[in-house]
């Protein structure tokens, strides 16, 4: 009798060890599951976001060459006003003021003198590296120019754009695309006299409310400087922002001097513009 019981104990737990199998395998595989389903959708959710934020900087490379057109039709009219919309999600705009001087001298025969310095700040539409990135030390002119900051000609711009992520940096790290002022230069003879004319546009921050994603420029003043009997000039960009990561590498210029050879009356144009974000909704 004793003998029968104990047999009969030992079927019962083989019996219950045999149920409880099937359960935990079952609970294995749902958490196996759940974990590849959350991966995956991490994983789509990164992919997306990428997605538009590579996509918005793409449609945000013409905002800002259209915003640097815009700065030549509005730096040479005293009041005279431009907004421009834009849309973004990862991306801000961002004025840097004083981020390059302009130094002009000239020479009359007896050495070279200054004649006007401008000091001018840039325009910047930032988006942080964790949500998009070109590549460190990726720079791409968007610009129909070269990268001189002197251009020649009438039809030529006087502001250079171009696509930059340069890394680290002191305000963060971001892939951006930058608007940055040049100089223009027109060659006129009247009356015999050779007339050597400079335009260069220079940029200040106004306020940034923030109402919308835009930028209003505005001109507040247009400044000129002659001189006559002038035999040479000389144009040179410092950076006064350098140990900020604003160097010469930030700023792709072949060349930080330009001189040239002229003989006759030199006319220098200054072009003050504020620089608002988000003014107008």
Not at 49 to 61: G, W
């Amino acid at each position: 009798m004793k003998l029968l019981l104990s047999q009969g104990k030992r079927k019962s737990v083989g019996k219950d060890s045999r149920g409880l199998s099937p359960a935990i395998s079952t609970v294995i595989m749902t958490a196996a599951i759940v974990v590849l389903v959350l991966v995956a959708m991490s994983y789509g959710q990164s992919y997306l976001s990428s997605s538009v934020a590579q996509n918005e900087f793409s449609t945000n490379q013409q905002f800002m060459v259209t915003t640097g057109l815009q700065i030549d039709n509005v730096a040479w009219m005293i009041g005279r006003a431009q907004t421009i919309q834009y849309s973004s999600t990862y991306g801000s705009l961002q004025v840097l003021p004083q981020a390059l001087i302009y130094n002009v001298e000239i020479n009359q025969g007896a050495g070279w003198v200054p004649l006007c310095t401008v000091q001018t700040g840039i325009l910047m539409y930032n988006v942080p590296t964790t949500e998009y990135s070109l590549g460190n030390n990726y720079v791409k002119s968007l610009s129909s120019s070269n990268s001189s900051f002197l251009q020649t000609g009438a039809a030529a711009p006087d502001s250079y754009v171009y696509s930059i992520e340069k890394l680290p940096m002191s305000d963060g790290n971001f892939a951006r695309i930058v608007v940055v002022p040049t100089v223009r230069m027109i060659t006129n003879m009247v009356g015999g006299v050779n007339y050597f004319e400079f335009y260069l546009p220079f940029l200040e921050n106004g306020t940034s409310p923030g109402y919308s994603q835009s930028v209003t420029l505005i001109c507040k003043n247009v400044d000129q400087n002659v001189e006559g009997g002038v035999t040479q000039i000389q144009l040179v960009v410092t950076f006064p922002r350098a140990d900020q990561g604003f160097d010469s590498s930030f700023f792709p210029f072949p060349a930080l001097t330009e001189t040239l050879p002229v003989n006759g009356t030199v006319e220098v144009y200054e072009g003050d513009v504020s620089v608002s974000v988000g003014l107008y909704s």
